[in-house]
């Protein structure tokens, strides 16, 4: 990946690796981001997210998919 932006931001690392799956499927490499960061402090993913990034030049077909799949 050359650079990376944030294709979707999801509740927890269950369903980004589910989508992060679907993604890979239809051919787009992403990577799942999960912090420890809302587990430490009890707060889940209001402050941290569980991310998934892809390549820029991936980033409109990524969402389209995600999107038409109801994972974002």
Do not use: C
Request: aromatic share 6%.
């Amino acid at each position: 990946m050359d650079k990376v932006t944030v294709a979707g931001e999801f509740f927890n690392e269950a369903e980004a690796r589910i989508a992060a799956g679907m993604l890979g499927e239809n051919g787009i490499y992403s990577q799942v981001l999960v912090s420890n960061i809302g587990t430490l402090y009890g707060s889940g993913p209001i402050w941290a997210p569980v991310r998934i990034v892809v390549d820029e030049s991936n980033l409109a077909e990524a969402r389209r998919l995600l999107h038409e799949h109801g994972d974002i």
